[in-house]
């Protein structure tokens, strides 16, 4: 299996603020690179896909880029509703994997 | 838009079969346009793929669980199914039914569609 290698665990951060979160596939996955949002109580949201193509009616404050074994999502202008956790996946092969999440809090 | 919702019982006893029920609305399960997925979620844990069947009735399913795992759909109902054989308490999680798609322009895929996600404790 791809082991998929999130970092970090979890972040705090403010209103505002600029945040990334990275994401080491195990070996290169091309642009098979997904990424979710998870909100407690909630199933995963998909967020972006292919790397950085982001998904119908997600606020263009996210982004996401990397190539090969290195990904990164960027929150710009981070929102209230942005505080949540992120998973990042890889479906180069089979089975799907995703990483350990990264949770963001509030400072 | 696709949406989906999973049913079957909440509590399981330990060596017995799990058993759930995704029951597909807003598109037909044998468009061709997605495979049909189950992603389990331990309390405060990660992710956890446990397989996908496609219309066609053929199947893949994590090599961690392949021995347990059985899937299947149901084209007249509108509806695929999971069951997970000789669960123990390892197996309590949220288990969710997804849609996979597979993209080519973009390139990916990726699940795009969730259910809100079963509750399955295996207990005595």
């Known amino acids: 299996d791809i082991q998929m290698a999130q970092s970090p665990s979890s972040l705090s951060a403010s209103v505002g603020d600029r945040v990334s979160v990275t994401c080491r596939a195990s070996q290169s996955i091309s642009s098979y690179f997904n990424w979710y949002q998870q909100k407690p109580g909630q199933a995963p949201k998909l967020l972006i896909h292919g790397v950085s193509n982001l998904q119908s009616g997600v606020p263009s404050r996210f982004s996401g880029t990397g190539s090969g074994t290195d990904f990164t999502l960027t929150i710009s202008n981070l929102q209230p509703e942005d505080f949540a956790t992120y998973f990042c996946q890889q479906t180069y092969s089979t089975p799907p994997t995703f990483g350990q999440g990264t949770r963001v809090e509030v400072k | 838009q696709v949406q989906l919702q999973e049913s079957g019982p909440g509590l399981v006893k330990p060596s017995q079969t799990l058993s759930l029920t995704c029951t597909v609305s807003g598109g037909s399960i044998s468009s061709g346009d997605y495979y049909w997925s189950w992603v389990r979620q331990p309390a405060g844990k990660g992710l956890e793929w446990i397989g996908r069947?496609?219309?066609?009735?053929?199947?893949n399913y994590n090599p961690s669980l392949k021995s347990r795992v059985t899937m299947s759909v149901d084209t007249s109902n509108n509806q695929f199914s999971l069951r997970l054989s000789s669960v123990t308490a390892a197996d309590t999680a949220v288990y969710y039914c997804?849609?996979?798609?597979?993209?080519?322009?973009?390139?990916?895929?990726?699940?795009?569609?969730w259910g809100q996600g079963a509750l399955v404790t295996v207990s005595s």
């Open positions: 069947v496609y219309t066609s009735g053929s199947t």
């Open positions: 997804a849609t996979e798609r597979v993209s080519l322009s973009p390139r990916g895929h990726y699940f795009g569609y």
